[in-house]
């Protein structure tokens, strides 16, 4: 008997609920409608992103015999890294390629407007620009595939995939001559170390090594992409990333729809609340000037010290 009558005390509330939402339909269903013709307006209005993406595989550097690394690690020399993800992952989110990035292809009025970089010293600008490829510029690395996406978001489609090549190729300069460079540096200190030794199975392999320093150097200058592989090249691409106009709406209508019928409940309950108080034959807003003018007095008398 008590869960009948729990169940129809639940259907009378829920009924309750109903009618108030039925009772104040029109302003749901005018704060849902405004809501959602003004976030329409908004998308259509707020300026189109495109985003521009690459993906590129890391190649493996070749590792040398177990003698010829330990030879190598006797001067100081460390055998090349099996991988080199780690170092093209912080190169694609350092500052100093971005930074080469910015000045070589002038970027910088790309960017901004005019009016913007106006009475900016050089390193204002700069630091404009790292901060605006920060928010733009994004790298991934998907460790499962083992590969490193590049992504761009920009107002014009063709810039935005014009400003990935240029990382990539920046990236691939940048390496190439460091490489080229490390490779020059170790040839020269192994040369000045021939002499220095008598011992012919180390002048062997310290020959070894200088022949795999001019390798890696001619390897780096003539090859292309040498320390990494574009698996996809970036395009413009010919739809937009943002607004996502769609998502926005349906957003919008049921924070909107969640919204009014919070404000209809709240103005029921105020409306109710009134009606109580009035129901007793005493005016709602003379009897909420009385309460203010005890509160007031009651503070007073407070501040004076008296019971």
Same mark, same amino acid.
């Given at each position: 008997?008590?869960?009948?009558?729990?169940?129809?005390?639940?259907?009378?509330?829920?009924?309750?609920?109903?009618?108030?939402?039925?009772?104040?339909?029109?302003?749901?269903?005018?704060?849902?409608?405004?809501?959602?013709?003004?976030?329409?307006?908004? %998308?259509?209005?707020?300026?189109?992103?495109?985003?521009?993406?690459?993906?590129?595989?890391?190649?493996?550097?070749?590792?040398? =015999?177990?003698?010829?690394?330990?030879?190598?690690?006797? @001067?100081?020399?460390?055998?090349?890294?099996?991988?080199?993800?780690?170092?093209?992952?912080?190169?694609?989110?350092?500052?100093?390629?971005?930074?080469?990035?910015?000045?070589?292809?002038?970027?910088?009025?790309?960017?901004?407007?005019? *009016?913007?970089?106006?009475?900016?010293?050089?390193? +204002? *600008?700069?630091?404009? !620009?790292?901060?605006?490829?920060?928010? #733009?510029?994004?790298?991934? $690395? &998907?460790?499962?595939?083992?590969?490193?996406?590049?992504?761009?978001?920009?107002? /014009?489609?063709?810039?935005?995939?014009?400003?990935? &090549?240029?990382?990539?190729?920046?990236?691939?300069?940048?390496?190439?001559? +460091?490489?080229?460079?490390?490779?020059?540096?170790?040839?020269?200190?192994?040369?000045?170390?021939?002499?220095? =030794?008598?011992?012919? $199975?180390?002048? =062997? &392999?310290?020959?070894?090594?200088?022949?795999?320093?001019? +390798? =890696?150097?001619?390897?780096?200058?003539?090859?292309?992409? $040498?320390?990494?592989?574009?698996?996809?090249?970036?395009?413009?691409?010919?739809?937009?990333?943002?607004?996502?106009?769609?998502?926005?709406?349906?957003?919008?209508?049921?924070? %909107?729809? @969640?919204?009014?019928?919070?404000?209809? @409940? $709240? *103005?029921?309950?105020? /409306?109710?609340?009134? #009606?109580?108080?009035? !129901?007793?034959?005493?005016?709602?807003?003379?009897?909420?000037?009385?309460?203010?003018?005890?509160?007031? @007095?009651?503070?007073?008398?407070?501040?004076?010290?008296?019971?």
């Amino acid at each position: 008997m008590e869960k009948i009558e729990d169940t129809f005390n639940d259907e009378i509330n829920l009924l309750d609920y109903v009618r108030v939402i039925l009772k104040h339909k029109r302003l749901i269903l005018w704060i849902t409608v405004i809501a959602v013709v003004l976030t329409a307006f908004i %998308s259509l209005i707020v300026t189109p992103i495109y985003e521009a993406k690459a993906v590129i595989l890391p190649i493996a550097q070749g590792v040398g =015999t177990s003698a010829t690394s330990a030879i190598a690690s006797q @001067f100081g020399i460390s055998a090349p890294e099996q991988s080199n993800t780690s170092e093209v992952v912080g190169l694609l989110k350092s500052n100093i390629l971005r930074e080469r990035v910015l000045k070589r292809y002038n970027l910088l009025p790309v960017l901004f407007e005019e *009016k913007s970089l106006k009475d900016k010293t050089e390193d +204002e *600008k700069i630091w404009m !620009g790292l901060r605006y490829l920060e928010e #733009a510029l994004k790298i991934n $690395f &998907n460790q499962k595939e083992g590969t490193v996406s590049i992504s761009m978001e920009f107002e /014009d489609p063709k810039i935005a995939a014009d400003i990935v &090549n240029y990382i990539l190729k920046e990236l691939n300069d940048y390496m190439s001559s +460091e490489i080229r460079r490390v490779a020059e540096t170790n040839r020269r200190y192994l040369e000045s170390q021939i002499d220095k =030794t008598a011992d012919p $199975f180390i002048k =062997t &392999n310290i020959y070894s090594l200088i022949a795999k320093q001019i +390798e =890696t150097s001619a390897m780096a200058e003539a090859k292309e992409n $040498f320390a990494f592989k574009v698996i996809d090249p970036p395009k413009a691409p010919d739809k937009r990333s943002k607004p996502k106009r769609k998502l926005m709406v349906v957003v919008s209508f049921v924070v %909107s729809l @969640f919204f009014g019928i919070f404000l209809a @409940f $709240f *103005k029921e309950y105020i /409306d109710k609340h009134q #009606a109580d108080i009035e !129901g007793l034959g005493i005016n709602y807003n003379t009897m909420k000037r009385y309460l203010d003018k005890i509160n007031i @007095f009651r503070r007073y008398k407070r501040v004076k010290g008296r019971p």
